[in-house]
């Protein structure tokens, strides 16, 4: 089954709560959590105290944390005691990968690998085996609401064939960044089962539709 998770970056912080139970209560499988730290990229986003609260008063949601940081090995922690169920983290961050991954999974939570567009597919698949996702993001991390990069459909395909060779067959690819209805079903095609949405489902119009017609792709 396909995963629709819309990010928070594009709700309106001042009612999180009711609109993650909104988009949940309208077909969304997670909540997706964006995290930003001012180093790894230029922004700054929201942190632990923020989900922590957003958990307490969505408790049955899936958190899924994408931690856009320098630092997960240190962080993660607190993350999860916030209520992450799953903590995505980025190939590019300066820190130990494999530490971070077993500092992720020690804490029972799910793990997520991502890469920035201009990393290539190859850099990850020694991890794939150790991983629950692999993220590939179609847009430059750090800003909501930027063009979909259809040329990173390719590295989606071959992350997807390079996980059938090694019978990864449960590994969950995710997309991230400029995905709608329009943009979903190339990146559905190359093998992506996880759709991660900010403008389009919390910029909907009809909410309800957006996230169907993303399902369908
Ligand atoms: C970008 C974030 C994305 C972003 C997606 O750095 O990781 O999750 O919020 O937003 P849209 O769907 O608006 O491109
Ligand atoms: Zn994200």
Not at 17 to 23: K, M
Not at 30 to 39: A, K, L, R
Not at 167 to 176: K, M, S, T, Y
């Amino acid at each position: 089954m396909n995963i629709i998770a819309p990010s928070i970056l594009a709700a309106d912080f001042s009612k999180l709560g009711e609109e993650c139970l909104d988009v949940l209560e309208k077909g969304a499988q997670w909540i997706h959590f964006d995290v930003m730290d001012g180093h790894f990229v230029p922004n700054i986003s929201v942190g632990i105290p923020v989900l922590a609260s957003l958990s307490k008063a969505v408790p049955d949601a899936f958190y899924d944390v994408h931690l856009m940081i320098d630092d997960p090995v240190t962080y993660s922690p607190d993350f999860a005691a916030a209520g992450a169920d799953l903590i995505t983290f980025h190939l590019e961050a300066p820190c130990d990968t494999m530490a971070a991954i077993e500092k992720i999974r020690a804490l029972g939570c799910r793990v997520g690998l991502a890469l920035k567009p201009g990393t290539p597919a190859e850099e990850i698949y020694p991890y794939l085996p150790l991983v629950d996702m692999a993220l590939v993001m179609t847009v430059e991390p750090g800003f909501g609401g930027q063009k979909f990069m259809a040329d990173m459909c390719p590295k989606v395909a071959a992350i997807k064939a390079r996980a059938l060779e090694l019978d990864l067959a449960e590994l969950i690819i995710q997309v991230d960044g400029g995905i709608a209805p329009s943009t979903a079903p190339q990146v559905a095609a190359a093998g992506a089962n996880c759709f991660v949405a900010g403008s389009s489902v919390f910029g909907a119009a009809d909410r309800r539709a957006a996230i169907s017609d993303m399902q369908k792709a």
